[in-house]
Structure formats: C-alpha cells, structure tokens
T-cell receptor, first 118, second 112 residues
C-alpha cells in the first residue's frame, strides 16, 4: 500500500484566499484524522471521521475550517478565508483498529501539507 | 493542565549512551500509550505502543508505563546519530473514542 497520501505538499497563499487540503487514507482503514502541527502548540487534533462520519470536530478552530469525507478513500480540509495564523503543517492520518477494550490502534501519518498564509 | 506533557529538551547524549525520554499524562483512565519519532520535516512514525504497566522492549527501545504515577517513558540504548529526532508521546484517554493527545515532543540529539 502507498500509505496515506496528502496533497499539496506545500501551499503558499495570501490572506483571505480559500485553501483546500486533500487526503487519501490507507485502503481499509476506517478512521481518518486531521492534525495541525506548529512549533508552539505541537500536534493538535482538528477532526476525525469513522466510516466517513465526523465523530469529533471539537478541535476545529472556528467556522473558517471545514472538513468532509465523501467516501472511504478521500477527505478534504478547507480553510476559507485563510489567515496568517493558519500557517502550519497539516497532517492527515488513518487508523485501522478502533478503541476497544481500552486499546487503540496505531496512527499512520501522511507526509503533511505545509501551509503558509502571507 | 495539558493532557500530555513532555520535557521539550533539547536532550543531547553521546553515541552509545542511553537516552531517556519522559512523558506524563493527566487522564488517569488512559489505556493506550504510544511513542512516535519525527525527523525534521517528516511525519511522525510509530516507535512503540504500550498498554500495560511495566516494561516493553523492542530492539534498542524500551517503553515503560506506570499508570499509578501517570507517566510513560522511552529508553533508547546504544544511541546512534540516526536516533536524532523529536520524540512524541501520545495518549488515548478512556472514553474519548479514538482520540489521541500528543505531547509537544522532546528533541534528541545523539553526538557522534
């Protein structure tokens, strides 16, 4: 398997523009996660899906952020309008094993999308 | 209080030494614990997972979990320059579904 695939790898845009990040999870994985990583705050969970259904979006910063998963092999994270404080690396990750009997499976990360908002 | 806390470092050790990385967590009911390694400019990759109190060894890596004290540690024996990276501790608190909380990471440099 090719692993989790993200695009674009790098995005430079101007404040106020719309940004769309894309993710293809590992085939067969039923959990998909979007994380944001900055030096100051580390890895923050934005939202995660189970079987294409959003389960927890409490980490989404504000209404400017939205995420969709129209099918098992594709997800998008959209920022509209973008702001300089959104500059970060956005990771998509997928997981096969759900939490059960107190145990959770491994997260497999994509290579990330580095976003710079000027 | 953050869910997961790590010493940010940086931590420097000479080649061949033991590197010790520590992590504390706030949710006493947490059941699943992970150490990820992240090279500069790369994505995190899993090093170890541990679910029960005690030690778990995998090659040069040993994870230690103490639920009573709410800490988890990672020991790297015979440290190599290739171990130089940021190490992230991740915890899955109970009743949060599949949510993982990550620490901010500890930067490790192994000096040849």
């Amino acid at each position: 398997d090719a692993g989790v695939i993200q695009s674009p790898r790098h995005e430079v845009t101007e404040m106020g523009q719309e940004v769309t990040l894309r993710c293809k999870p590992i085939s067969g994985h039923d959990y998909l996660f979007w994380y944001r990583q900055t030096m100051m705050r580390g890895l923050e969970l934005l939202i995660y899906f189970n079987n294409n259904v959003p389960i927890d979006d409490s980490g989404m910063p504000e209404d400017r952020f939205s995420a969709k998963m129209p099918n098992a092999s594709f997800s998008t994270l959209k920022i509209q309008p973008s702001e300089p404080r959104d500059s970060a690396v956005y990771f998509c990750a997928s997981s096969l094993v759900a939490a059960g009997q107190g145990r959770t499976g491994e997260l497999f990360f994509g290579e990330g999308s580095r976003l710079t908002v000027l | 209080q953050k869910e997961v806390e790590q010493n940010s470092g940086p931590l420097s050790v000479p080649e061949g030494a033991i590197a010790s990385l520590n992590c504390t967590y706030s949710d006493r009911g947490s059941q699943s614990f992970f150490w990820y390694r992240q090279y500069s400019g790369k994505s995190p990759e899993l090093i170890m997972s541990i679910y029960s109190n005690g030690d778990k060894e995998d090659g040069r890596f040993t994870a230690q979990l103490n639920k009573a004290s709410q800490y988890v540690s990672l020991l790297i024996r015979d440290s190599q320059p290739s171990d130089s990276a940021t190490y992230l501790c991740a915890v899955n608190p109970l009743y949060t579904g599949n949510q993982f909380y990550f620490g901010t990471g500890t930067s490790l440099t192994v000096i040849p």
